[in-house]
């Protein structure tokens, strides 16, 4: 019990790493901020182009999507990270981890998305248009209030997925609450970072989760 | 262009280093089948064990599912890898991973078997209980058969993302694909490793995406 706390709960180091984790944990916010949007914008691209009447366009988004994600992130990031500069586009890690993310993330969400606007049935679409709304009003006044109310739970639940995957930054050395809590490790000779970072995750993500969990279980007893 | 291919496609480094690759790959189909068997078994056996209903029992199932679905699973890794031997739990970066990954899909699959489960109507366990059906009966025979497809979509597509966290354990230096590549690109440094690892990503896990894709039509919820 004595060596544990020792060595998982040592205040002495705790407080030593604390100004190394909260920049950290400022940058997975960071990272958060600006991968989640990116995404999201991108997956509403590709749902929309998906959804789209021209063959060609709908072929292309198919392989996008499953090319994606058939990718684990990690190896995308990888790619992108230690490929990219041999043709002289240098990113940086920040850049690389948003593109990689982006690419990764946009066939996630477009899948929901896409999922959220065939749930919408196509007499809705027909009747707004004929009504005089154009296919742009149709599309923002119709179908997405509606698609989005049914795939609340999968974005929420992607979401969570994706601020979790911001961990993977730190094995391109973004200096993001992983890698934060892994370099203070280093320093202190001891495991107290690494278990209050995962501290600092549980904390920021349980509500999620929780929340998560209800829409689960309403979608399936529904089903 | 000339240039592209010999950094990116440099066939005498892809042949240098392919064996190596197809090494990782078998590594890497060794780890994500052992994660698929113990993660969906175990959580199929907590799902179970909830529908007991005891008291205690259920609320440390709660907790220990919430902390495993809030944890970025490299986190979990990490700890398992470099945090544990600090108290004198060491395990090998290959049990790490895979242990990691199992409780991670436990975790997942017992909150889709239970949802599965508490779906199943009330009159059903009644009904089988009143026809002289012990509780286990009802649950084997009567319950559990229905529950398990409705989760089946759902299940499917959580374990295809598991199972592609298994590129996570290029991190402990677990030798499967990532690693391999990795591994092969900072001894000839190009780039070309990289690309063949990504090819034989693509090779393992698109029939996966397409085989999910698959079950979900098979398999949809009819709203």
Known sequence: MEALIQSFFNFGILAQAWPILLSGFWMTLLLTVVVVPLGLAGGLAVALASTSRNFFLRTLVVLYVDFFRAFPPLVLLMLVAYGLPFLDIRLGAFGSVALAFLLNTSSYYGEIFRAGIESIPRGQTEAARSTGLSALQTLGYVVVPQAARNVTPDLISNTLEVIKLTSIASVVALPELLHAAREAQSLTYNATPIIAAGIIYLVCLWPLVRLLSRFEHRQIALH | ?223
């Open chain 2, 1 to 223: 262009m000339e240039r592209f291919a010999e950094t990116f496609l440099n066939w005498n480094v892809m042949a240098q280093y392919a064996p190596k690759i197809l090494e990782g790959a078998w590594v890497t189909i060794q780890i994500a089948v052992a994660v698929v068997l113990a993660g969906i078994a175990s959580g199929l056996a907590l799902a179970v064990l909830r529908a007991f209903r005891f008291r205690l029992a259920n609320l440390a199932i709660v907790v220990v599912v919430d902390v495993l679905r809030a944890l970025p699973p490299l986190v979990i890794i990490i700890l398992f890898y470099f945090a544990l031997p600090t108290v004198g739990i060491q395990m090998s970066a290959w049990v790490a991973t895979w242990l990691a990954l199992s409780l991670v899909l436990m975790a997942f699959s017992e909150e889709i078997f239970w949802a599965g489960i508490v779906a199943v109507p009330k009159g059903q366990w009644e009904a089988a209980r009143s026809t002289g059906l012990s509780f286990l009966q009802t649950l084997r025979d009567v319950v559990l058969p229905q529950a398990v497809r409705l989760t089946i979509p759902p299940l499917t597509n959580r374990t295809i993302a598991i199972t592609k966290n298994t590129a996570l354990g290029a991190v402990v230096a677990v030798g499967e694909i990532l690693y391999q590549a990795q591994s092969a690109y900072s001894f000839s440094y190009n780039p070309s490793p990289l690309l063949l690892g990504a090819v034989a990503y693509l090779i393992l896990f698109i029939p996966v995406v397409y085989f999910g894709r698959w079950v979900e039509t098979r398999f949809a919820w009819k709203r």
